[in-house]
């Protein structure tokens, strides 16, 4: 493909993106194919001799789009969103034209994993300043990291890579931890002579969109020196709206913070922004620096030492497209409209008696179940995937097995939201009519 052909099939290309976005509500949300469904579709070897461009792009409709999940469609209300808008894309494109690697930060697994590891090093450096007898593999071992019970299993992951022990604290009614839980913890691990050393608070947890109460779990994590990572990939977007300020009351305590405009910023993934209170804690815990690395300005702040990979793409380039092309009010606009949106489907679920709320819709996430048994729950969660008009994740809060109605797609307006609920609840009374009397 030379530059001229490239003009014309870009151009193609711009036309198939555009055609899939605005008509991505005709498809089917969720695949109904079985894993393995590409064996049939494909040869069982590359090919010999070059194909067409025609050829390949027949095959988008043929073999790709059968078995994809429409991430981007009205009727996805899984998970938590992932961010897209036409600014990012053409940035996108950019940022492959120019290959830049940039080193720049991963996503929200990674930004909590090197927080752990830099709260790591700087404990091992403590210890082994006033004891230096001490063996680094022993003050590991009595190393103990804390999470919420309600926190992504990516935490969980990190302490697992990082070879420190991680245990939950316990959440209160509002799946949110609290001051107290968190000090009584402590307390029992010094006595038993662990070295508590890491606290990673979550703002909008993924089972429910829960806040702990940093407010108070600050201040104790810093009495003590323990480092405050605080997870906000989904809530954090939410805060350039000043209403939603409030939820990050405490964010003074925090030696580290992140959040995703990968999911509800309007840039499209991967795109994860991490702040450090001191940046030395992370440089310290990284920095490795080979003569072939080295240049004139690497004092002002060589993010190769901030990460894992040495490299990444150029991803702020998606961030200054959608931030120029959108501005602050237009982003704002689009946090309140999907939030607007959850209240609708709050406002549904309340006003049907045989359903119930089971956790405070805050931002753009509503937990609701048919009132009765988890078995209940689950069949009717199954009949509303199997039909593949909508899709849905479940998930646990205080043993009982709930729905997540998560507002996702930019293109997501209030009849979407209706039909949802129509939806639902009609799969609902079949299921109750069912039920013996």
């Given at each position: ?55 390949v ?11 994809v ?43 909590t ?25 022993d ?92 997870d ?59 003569l ?30 959608v ?32 359903f ?22 689950e ?27 998560a ?10 939201i ?20």
């Amino acid at each position: 493909m030379d530059a001229a052909e490239f003009r014309r099939r870009g151009k193609e290309m711009v036309d198939y993106v555009a055609d899939y976005l605005e008509n991505i509500e005709k498809r089917q949300v969720y695949p109904d194919v079985e894993p393995g469904y590409l064996r049939s579709l494909i040869p069982e070897e590359a090919p010999e001799e070059a194909e067409s461009y025609e050829d390949v792009v027949k095959d988008i409709e043929r073999v790709i789009m059968p078995g994809v999940t429409h991430w981007h469609s009205p009727y996805f209300y899984a998970y938590f969103p992932t961010a897209n808008s036409f600014p990012s894309l053409l940035a996108d494109m950019l940022c492959g034209a120019i290959g830049c690697i940039g080193f720049s930060w991963g996503t929200a697994s990674e930004a909590t994993l090197i927080a752990l590891l830099a709260a790591r090093s700087k404990i091992i450096k403590l210890i082994q300043a006033d004891h230096p007898d001490r063996s680094e593999t022993d003050i590991i071992s009595k190393l103990v990291a804390y999470s919420s019970d309600q926190a992504h299993s990516s935490v969980e992951r990190a302490g697992l890579i990082a070879g420190v022990k991680m245990k939950k604290i316990p959440t209160d009614n509002k799946f949110s931890v609290r001051g107290d839980a968190l000090q009584k913890v402590l307390e029992e691990d010094r006595a038993a002579g662990l070295i508590p050393f890491f606290f990673c608070a979550t703002l909008g947890t993924t089972p429910s969109c829960a806040f702990d109460c940093i407010t108070e779990l600050g201040p104790i994590c810093n009495a003590v020196e323990i480092w405050m990572h605080i997870d906000a990939a989904y809530a954090g977007s939410a805060f350039i709206c000043p209403e939603f300020r409030p939820l990050l009351n405490g964010i003074e305590f925090a030696d580290s913070f992140n959040f995703n405009p990968h999911k509800w910023l309007l840039v499209n993934f991967d795109c994860s922004a991490m702040w450090v209170k001191k940046r030395s804690d992370i440089i310290g815990a990284f920095k490795i620096e080979p003569l072939y690395l080295k240049h004139d300005h690497q004092e002002s702040g060589n993010h190769s030492h901030w990460q894992i990979p040495l490299g990444r793409r150029f991803r702020s380039l998606k961030m200054w497209f959608v931030f120029r092309m959108y501005g602050l009010k237009g982003l704002q606009a689009y946090i309140r409209k999907h939030v607007g949106l959850a209240k609708e489907f709050e406002s549904l679920v309340r006003a049907d008696q045989r359903f119930e709320i089971s956790a405070d819709v805050v931002l753009g996430l509503v937990c609701f179940r048919l009132k009765g048994s988890n078995e209940l729950n689950e069949t009717l969660l199954k009949r509303i995937n199997n039909a593949r008009n909508i899709h849905l994740v479940p998930c646990q809060l205080a043993g009982k097995f709930v729905l997540r109605f998560a507002v996702c797609a930019r293109t997501t307006e209030s009849r979407h939201i209706q039909e949802a609920w129509c939806h639902i609840s009609h799969l609902a009374s079949e299921l109750l009519q069912e039920l013996p009397h």
